[in-house]
């Protein structure tokens, strides 16, 4: 989507429709964009951030139980390192999060599903906060990247 969109006529307004966690948290409010090579993983990039982001629970339905650990692992990383009260109200929810899928389906209410769109809401708030302060990575000081020069090998395909 967005590398392509970099690409095509030099910066092809695009918007973010996003369908996991961690695109909703992270990859979807990114100014960067990137694709794997030669089995690397985003080994080409380009700075080029979506006009619009929609991140929308509803998509998040469909992910298999793992997905769902992944997005929540993330949201886990950037607590510890940026976020205390984020880390409290991913407490709050516990596993009720993978039960529900986010608050999508199953043992939800009202009440809940506002705790779930707090932890989103929180978590992209985060990011965006590190991240837009150094649209072009001028420096390496992103919290909420810790580890990424040694976790490509450990993560998720």
Known sequence: GGFATALYHRNTPYVMLCTSIVTGIDA???PRTCCDGFGFKNLYGAY????LT????AFWKTLHEG??????AEIIKMSVVEDKSLFELLEKAGPRLIQTKFGTEGDTDEEFEELCDSIIGKAMEGYVRSEYGNLWETHQCRPHAY?????????LP
């Open 28 to 30: 979807g409010p990114s």
């Open 48 to 51: 080029h951030p979506p006009v």
């Open 54 to 57: 929609l991140t929308d629970r």
């Open 67 to 72: 997905w769902i650990r992944h997005g929540i």
């Open 147 to 155: 580890g990424h020069n040694w976790s490509p090998g450990y993560e």
